[in-house]
């Protein structure tokens, strides 16, 4: 039999590892071996697969994502830059098939402009509510005014 600590110091460390255990893992991407003819391409392919999204998972990337999609998406990149497109053909060629959806990061457009300055928006409003707030609390009330 063991003693209260023992049980305590067991719990914990089986506690630990059911949490360390899956997230050691979250950050591993798919690997599929590719050829290259040179080590530039392997490079913009691999710059490529990390700035464009799964459009299945939404919040993975082609390098992190095990979907069937992102794996064909893999393919046509790859296709891509081994026969010599640049980094911005590849990215045009995504969008005009799945839109600006496909970027991490969307251009800014009238159409995203609202993506692009809404957190700045946000947060100058906030501030100015607070900063009023503040202004109103200490403002002295015309009560407590001294009189003349």
């Not at 023992?6 to 255990?21: D, P, T």
């Not at 939404?58 to 390098?63: E, G, H, T, V």
């Not at 251009?107 to 100015?128: D, E, N, Q, R, Y």
């Amino acid at each position: 039999m063991g003693t209260p600590l023992y049980y305590l110091l067991s719990f914990f460390l089986l506690s630990l590892l059911l949490i360390v255990i899956p997230a050691s893992n979250s950050n591993a991407s798919v690997f599929e071996p590719r050829n290259f003819t040179d080590p530039e391409q392997a490079a913009r392919y691999r710059t490529l697969i990390e700035e464009l999204r799964c459009l299945v998972c939404q919040n993975q990337s082609l390098a992190d994502s095990n979907a069937q999609l992102a794996a064909d998406l893999r393919q046509e990149v790859y296709r891509m830059v081994n026969s010599g497109a640049d980094e911005d053909t590849v990215k045009a060629f995504m969008v005009s098939r799945y839109s600006d959806y496909v970027l991490y990061r969307p251009p800014v457009t009238t159409t995203t402009l609202l993506l692009w300055i809404g957190p700045l928006l946000f947060v100058s409003i906030g501030f100015l509510a607070l900063i009023l707030r503040v202004r109103r609390r200490t403002a002295p009330s015309a009560q407590h005014a001294p009189r003349s």
